[in-house]
């Protein structure tokens, strides 16, 4: 008699399988795709060349202001 009066309420056990579940399953799918990428772009054999711009002369820049002036 007193589970035909329930109707509509929620019920007092919840289960945590299905969060925990698909909680599971993203970090194993973060991992696979990280592991994935990172074994596509190791290439080990390629070197990186940094390539700097040419230092200015400081000491003409200034030379060159100090002559301007009268």
């Known amino acids: 008699m007193y589970n035909r009066n329930r109707y509509g309420q929620p019920e007092r056990k919840a289960s945590a399988g299905a969060p925990l579940a698909i909680a599971l399953l993203a970090m194993l799918a973060i991992a696979a795709y990280l592991l ?35």
Request: glycine share 8%; net charge neutral.
């Open 36 to 70: 994935v990428g990172g074994a596509l772009l190791d290439n080990r054999g390629r070197d990186v060349a940094v390539y700097l711009p040419p230092a200015a002369n400081v000491n003409s820049a200034v030379q060159a202001e100090t002559a301007q002036r009268p």
